[in-house]
């Protein structure tokens, strides 16, 4: 069933700067990136950012009906990168509370796949993979803006830090559901991917959102609140911003996202990484799950099976903490 969005308000962010704030624990994490993360990052800030909103054609380009101007869009987007996209109509109310309101009609939500078993690692490899796919994700919003700037079009792309809400504007332009882990599960792609978007007033249809069945599989799974480190994914829903819906608790997840390389252990362990394009990878730590069957037990798990000295002594700390 599809949730009801009907009395959304606007999302407020936790941290608008997120892991670049100036806290013990958001420099902790910082401490962790890896050399390539740290020049993806400077990229995507000091060469990418300036370039989000497009550069607009005075003289506007007749580019057929909105259906065929759409099927363009599209197939542009995947052509500069993006492994799923969509449409949305804007709705005002996923634009964040803190933000200004863009003067657009559509939002083009697309995806990028994380290789799954960097993601999987739960340390310095899976960093470089995440800011990998953030820079791709910019790179592909500068794109695609620039791209309609050239029809005589306005647009701007929204990464980290943008102006709209990444998981709402997805859902709407049908890209997957909302999981219990909080993030947007893709039937093809499982919980290992990323989202960006680009707003725009070009005439675009719009997809509107889809029921894949995953929401149901979400109300009768646990897989993620037991493998949760930090007890943040709760099993029942709740109302948030004026829609019910899963909520992860964030003040539990920091710690953990911050200590263990941003974690990501919820979206690993998700079961319809085993249902998609990365099953493969799923399979293969398919049986540890089975045999951990919660955190207490994969824990000691993950330490055993990394090489990486830093984290296993991460690992090792919550472990400690744990049995005492």
């Not at 909302?178 to 599960?185: A, D, Y």
């Not at 990501?264 to 362990?269: A, E, T």
């Amino acid at each position: 069933m599809l949730p009801d969005i009907s009395k959304a308000t606007n999302p407020k962010r936790h941290r608008r700067e997120g892991p670049n704030a100036d806290t013990e624990g958001a420099q902790e994490f910082q401490r962790q990136y890896p050399v390539e993360a740290r020049r993806y990052n400077w990229i995507q800030n000091q060469v990418l950012w300036p370039l989000r909103h497009a550069d607009v054609n005075p003289i506007k380009v007749d580019l057929g009906t909105p259906e065929e101007l759409t099927e363009h869009i599209k197939n542009y987007v995947l052509e500069v990168g993006a492994d799923a996209v969509g449409i949305a109509d804007m709705d005002p109310n996923f634009v964040f509370a803190d933000a200004e309101m863009p003067e657009h009609t559509h939002v083009i939500a697309f995806g990028v796949a994380m290789k799954y078993d960097m993601m999987s690692d739960i340390g310095a490899n899976s960093q470089r993979e995440v800011h990998r796919v953030y820079f791709k994700m910019l790179d592909i919003g500068v794109r695609v803006a620039q791209y309609i700037g050239g029809f005589g079009y306005n647009a701007t792309a929204h990464p980290n830090g943008g102006e709209l809400a990444h998981i709402p504007f997805s859902y709407l332009a049908g890209l997957g559901e909302l999981g219990k882990h909080g993030s947007l599960i893709s039937p093809e792609f499982g919980s290992s991917w990323r989202l960006s978007l680009v707003s725009t007033d070009l005439p675009l249809v719009a997809d509107g959102p889809k029921d894949f069945g995953i929401d149901a599989m979400c109300d009768r799974c646990n897989v993620c609140t037991r493998f949760c480190p930090g007890d943040a994914i709760k099993p029942e829903k709740k109302e948030v911003n004026g829609v019910l819906r899963w909520h992860v608790d964030t003040p539990a997840c920091e710690p953990f996202f911050q200590r263990l390389w941003g974690c990501k252990i919820c979206l690993m362990v998700c079961p319809f990484n085993g249902r998609g394009v990365f099953k493969e990878g799923y399979r293969n730590i398919a049986k540890d799950l089975a045999q951990a069957k919660d955190y207490h037990g994969y824990l000691p798990m993950l330490a055993s099976h990394t090489p990486n000295a830093d984290t296993n002594l991460v690992l090792s700390k919550y472990m400690d903490s744990d049995a005492s």
